[in-house]
């Protein structure tokens, strides 16, 4: 029941992760059951212990920076996965990647970027930075900043800490 409960609130509210805590190991039977039955849930499902249940285990939860942690590692796992994605389209040579300043600014002349990509350094260091970001907004692209300090960002900083995955291909 708990688990047909959660599969609704993911669709309804479009929640990509769940943090289940509290005392006891009921959560880590409800996690078991749910690779077991329900593996697209549990994929998304966190566990966390707390000293209580109901509103005082959930502000010790929070209290112990749970949240944050769970969001963050949520980040670096989307980035991880574009910046593989550009790898991936790059080794492929299939035409839908743009990388390094000049073939980005090409693709988005083109309106072609639907992923744009921008390391936090090439943030910082490049000037018309934000004009690039505002371009792919404007053409209904996804701008996402990529940070430096994890390895996808490293593997992007050496492309030229800018890369876009296309529409369609340009002939770059």
Not at 3 to 20: R, W
Not at 44 to 60: C, D, P, Q
Not at 84 to 100: H, P, Q
Not at 165 to 172: D, E, H, P, Q, S
């Amino acid at each position: 029941e708990a688990a047909k409960k959660l599969e609704d609130l993911l669709k309804k509210e479009g929640i990509e992760t769940v943090i289940i805590c509290g005392p006891g190991f009921t959560k880590e039977d409800l996690i078991t059951l749910l690779k077991e039955k329900h593996s697209s849930i549990a994929e998304k499902v966190h566990l966390e212990s707390a000293g209580a249940g109901g509103r005082s285990g959930i502000k010790e939860v929070i209290k112990r920076g749970a949240v944050e942690r769970v969001a963050e590692e949520s980040r670096v796992s989307l980035e991880f996965g574009l910046v593989e994605r550009i790898m991936e389209a790059i080794a492929r040579g299939t035409g839908l990647v743009a990388y390094g300043l000049e073939e980005v600014q090409r693709a988005l002349n083109y309106g072609a970027v639907e992923q744009l990509l921008i390391t936090d350094t090439f943030l910082r260091k490049y000037e018309g930075a934000d004009g690039l970001i505002e371009r792919a907004k404007g053409m209904r692209g996804e701008v996402v900043i990529v940070s430096t300090e994890h390895e996808a960002g490293e593997r992007l900083q050496a492309l030229g800490g800018i890369g876009a995955l296309l529409r369609f291909r340009i002939g770059i």
